[in-house]
T-cell receptor, first 116, second 112 residues
Framework: DGGITQSPKYLFRKEGQNVTLSCEQNLNHDAMYWYRQDPGQGLRLIYYSQIVNDFQKGDIAEGYSVSREKKESFPLTVTSAQKNPTAFYLC???????????????FGEGSRLTVL | GQNIDQPTEMTATEGAIVQINCTYQTSGFNGLFWYQQHAGEAPTFLSYNVLDGLEEKGRFSSFLSRSKGYSYLLLKELQMKDSASYLCAVRSSNSGNTPLVFGKGTRLSVIA
C-alpha cells in the first residue's frame, strides 16, 4: 500500500545528543514537509522540500537539519542546538496540484521525541 | 504576517450539530483545508474550499467566505468518535508547493 512511514514512533534522547527521524514515502510525491506539534498547539513548519536535492527553511528551522538525496526520503535531524526538542514530529508529502487535485497533505503517523 | 484563529475547545452532545469557526489573515489565499486529528495520531484530511460557498461531504460540511477571511466546519449527527482536534489550514500563495499554515486547532469533546 502507498503511504508515508515515519520511524521511530517513540524516541528518547539525552540532552546534548543529535537524533535523526526517518520519513519515507512511496507515493511518488515531489514535495515533502516536516512539522512540529506541541501540546495545545497547531503544526509549525520546520523544513520543506519541493524536489530532490533542494529544501527550504520553515518558521522554526533553528536547531534542525534535513537532507533530500532521494525522492522517497526526507530525514530530519534534531541537533543539540535545539533548545526544546521534546515534541511530536509529523512528516507529510503532497501530490502535484492540478485541476483534479486539492493538493492536500498526506501525513505519516508521527514520531514522539522525549529529551530526558 | 499570517494568522489563523479558531476556538481552543468546544463541547457538544451526541446526535447534535456543531459548527467550528476559523478566521484567517494571510498575505494571499489559495485554498483552505480542514483536518481531523485524534490524540496522538496524524491529521487526516476532511475538506477543501477554494471558492466561496459550502462543500458537503456526508456528515461534514465546510463553508468559505474569502471576502471575510472566514470558514466553518459543520459536523452533523455527532458521534462519540468525532471527539478529536480539528485543524484549519490555509495555503497562502498560488504556488502549489507553498506550505500550509495551520491554526492551533479546536479540541471537540462529544458527550452523551
Amino acid at each position: 500500500d502507498g503511504g508515508i512511514t515515519q520511524s521511530p514512533k517513540y524516541l528518547f534522547r539525552k540532552e546534548g545528543q543529535n537524533v535523526t527521524l526517518s520519513c519515507e514515502q512511496n507515493l511518488n510525491h515531489d514535495a515533502m514537509y516536516w512539522y512540529r506539534q506541541d501540546p495545545g498547539q497547531g503544526l509549525r513548519l520546520i523544513y520543506y522540500s519541493q524536489i530532490v536535492n533542494d529544501f527550504q527553511k520553515g518558521d522554526i528551522a533553528e536547531g534542525y537539519s534535513v537532507s533530500r538525496e532521494k525522492k522517497e526520503s526526507f530525514p530530519l535531524t534534531v541537533t543539540s542546538a535545539q533548545k526544546n526538542p521534546t515534541a511530536f514530529y509529523l512528516c507529510a508529502s503532497r501530490p502535484p496540484t492540478g485541476a483534479l487535485t486539492t493538493g492536500e497533505l498526506f501525513f505519516g503517523e508521527g514520531s514522539r521525541l522525549t529529551v530526558l | 504576517g499570517q494568522n489563523i484563529d479558531q476556538p481552543t475547545e468546544m463541547t457538544a452532545t451526541e446526535g447534535a450539530i456543531v459548527q467550528i469557526n476559523c478566521t484567517y489573515q494571510t498575505s494571499g489565499f489559495n485554498g483552505l483545508f480542514w483536518y481531523q486529528q485524534h490524540a496522538g495520531e496524524a491529521p487526516t484530511f476532511l475538506s477543501y474550499n477554494v471558492l466561496d460557498g459550502l462543500e458537503e461531504k456526508g456528515r461534514f460540511s465546510s463553508f468559505l467566505s474569502r471576502s471575510k477571511g472566514y470558514s466553518y466546519l459543520l459536523l452533523k449527527e455527532l458521534q462519540m468518535k468525532d471527539s478529536a482536534s480539528y485543524l484549519c489550514a490555509v495555503r497562502s500563495s498560488n504556488s502549489g508547493n507553498t506550505p500550509l499554515v495551520f491554526g492551533k486547532g479546536t479540541r471537540l469533546s462529544v458527550i452523551a
